[in-house]
């Protein structure tokens, strides 16, 4: 027996690479349809606000439609994951994309023929918002049937989601500008539809049923109780609803007035390009970069979010607000790969959809709540020192996160595992 035998022996061997998510056709498919949607929510914010505006309803009028949508998303959302884990989330996606451009074509049609109503934008919102809580949950357990190599699936879907993000709004704009309102409304409709047909060839990935014949509710109770056995993931999500009230909540829509004061318009859409960009860098590190312990990894990363809300709060010059932007973006992109990826490669496939229900039902519903109070408290104690306040609430919460010992021993896990 050699040397070189005896150490063959003794060092394991590296484990093989895992093949690119590319080479997948499903993937290739179900990265097209995820595009197009995300390219029609990119859209959706200035159709929306041009059409509501238009028909002399105001700022007051696109927010009653932006809670329209939102309210249906929030209440239905876990109910959505229930029905994709009994039904396979390719059918609930196709339906939910189906009636999402029902609606986005009905308001089209409303455009070109008749004087708009709020109540009208408002109903047809709420059934899109409705859909959309059908269609959400699923995302989380399709990517591990589509693609061996998960982590590097969800960092090429933060790409694409950073890309339309940024891609969306302009569109949406040349469309109203050349034409009108109602062609970027068709142009919505088109995508929801290109996404239903890309996702159509998906129909024979089936999640395991393990509970084919409860009832609704006990379901939703079994997911709960998936939920609630793993302290990592309640524990998360926990921390993200006290961020979303604190730090979410008030970022947007202050950080976009006092931008726009310091910077103008032009200069808070180049701050808003950059944040984008860092969210392209954030998606291309999640690619290359694969920690032993990801949760720890995005939460470090995710520190840099910090910057987001303290720039315009001590009213940095434009290069260094735009800096913390890319910063800011790349940290937020991060920790997404880090955690969908943690998410999907821990949670049974046949519970996925309902815990990821839970999950975005924990992680959105109080952003709302702390949107609508920081107006409010911005006018009581300045604008300026809420936006700090939101600073240092993101690294305590943070930290709080780092300090739970089942976040900071979550470790790696093979998509086998899931």
Do not use: K
Request: aromatic letters at 8%; hydrophobic letters at 55%; one cysteine or more.
């Amino acid at each position: 027996m050699t040397i070189d035998d005896i150490t063959a022996r003794q060092e394991p061997a590296a484990p093989a690479a895992l093949p690119s998510p590319w080479r997948s056709a499903h993937f290739r498919l179900f990265f097209t349809a995820r595009s197009a949607s995300l390219l029609a929510d990119g859209m959706l914010m200035v159709s929306l606000t041009t059409a509501v505006v238009g028909a002399g309803y105001g700022a007051s009028g696109v927010g009653y439609a932006l809670a329209a949508w939102m309210a249906p998303v929030v209440l239905l959302v876990l109910f959505g994951g229930v029905l994709a884990d009994r039904f396979t989330p390719q059918v609930m996606m196709v339906g939910a994309d189906a009636v999402r451009m029902a609606a986005m074509l009905t308001l089209s049609v409303l455009l070109f023929t008749t004087d708009l109503r709020l109540w009208q934008v408002m109903a047809l919102l709420a059934l899109s918002g409705a859909a959309t809580a059908m269609f959400q949950p699923g995302l989380a357990s399709v990517v591990p049937q589509v693609a061996q190599d998960i982590q590097a699936a969800n960092a090429l879907l933060r790409i694409s989601e950073a890309v339309c993000t940024l891609l969306g709004p302009g569109l949406a704009g040349l469309l109203v500008a050349c034409w009108d309102v109602e062609y970027s409304f068709l142009a919505i409709a088109l995508a929801f539809a290109v996404s239903a047909l890309g996702l159509a060839p998906l129909r024979g990935l089936a999640t395991p049923q393990e509970s084919n014949g409860e009832p609704i509710w006990r379901r939703l109770a079994t997911g709960w109780q998936e939920f609630r056995a793993r302290s990592w993931l309640w524990g998360v999500i926990l921390v993200w609803s006290v961020y979303g009230l604190f730090v979410f909540g008030p970022s947007v829509p202050l950080g976009a007035v006092l931008l726009t004061e310091q910077h103008g318009a032009g200069g808070y859409g180049w701050i808003a390009a950059a944040d984008g960009a860092g969210t392209i860098l954030g998606g291309l590190l999640g690619l290359r970069v694969r920690p032993r312990r990801p949760l720890v990894a995005g939460a470090v990363a995710m520190l840099l979010f910090a910057l987001n809300p303290l720039a315009p709060a001590l009213g940095w010059n434009f290069a260094l607000t735009a800096c913390t932007g890319v910063l800011a973006g790349c940290g937020f992109a991060f920790w997404g790969v880090m955690w969908a990826t943690s998410v999907q490669t821990h949670i049974p496939l046949a519970v996925l959809s309902r815990v990821s229900a839970y999950d975005v039902a924990g992680s959105i519903m109080v952003i709302p709540l702390g949107r609508a109070l920081s107006g409010p408290v911005a006018e009581a104690v300045g604008a300026d020192r809420v936006l700090v306040f939101a600073a240092v609430m993101s690294v305590l919460c943070l930290g709080a996160m780092l300090g739970l010992p089942a976040v900071r021993r979550l470790g790696r896990e093979s998509p086998q595992g899931a």
